[in-house]
């Protein structure tokens, strides 16, 4: 196993949503129309670990 497939398999999905309906069918955070994508990039970007 990868250290991308091990990494896959950490995520929690309790506050994840996908719902065709909302973002396109990309995942989001439960409650809220905001893409876990958007979140996963602010962290990056401020040099934080996705973890």
């Given at each position: ?19 065709p ?15 876990v ?6 962290y ?8």
């Amino acid at each position: 196993m990868n250290a991308e497939q091990m990494s896959i398999q950490q995520i929690s999905t309790e506050y994840i949503a996908i719902d065709p309906d909302f973002c396109g069918g990309k995942p989001r955070i439960i409650g809220t129309i905001m893409p876990v994508a958007t979140i996963a990039k602010m962290y990056l970007e401020m040099g934080e670990s996705l973890e």
